[in-house]
């Protein structure tokens, strides 16, 4: 289930694992994406261009597209 209605500071949950991670840093970066578990939870921070959110997990901020994230 996608959602596209996100907002700054919802809750979200990781229900698909990308094949990489970016990053939410001025110059974002490409990490593992086992970095994140299915079932993550964390906090839209920001919208950002290219159809990304910014979300801030335990583990650190990533960006993120809507297929992979459900709202709280």
């Known amino acids: ?3 596209h209605n996100f907002t700054v500071g919802d809750r979200v949950k990781l229900i698909t694992l990308p094949p990489y991670l970016k990053t939410a840093e001025p110059m974002p970066t490409l990490r593992s994406a086992n970095l994140l578990n299915l079932g993550d939870e964390g906090t ?3 919208r950002r261009p290219g159809g990304y959110w910014g979300v801030r997990f335990a ?8 297929q992979y994230l459900s709202k709280l």
């Open 59 to 66: 583990q650190g901020a990533f960006l993120l597209e809507s």
């Open 44 to 46: 839209i921070i920001d």
């Open 1 to 3: 289930m996608t959602n």
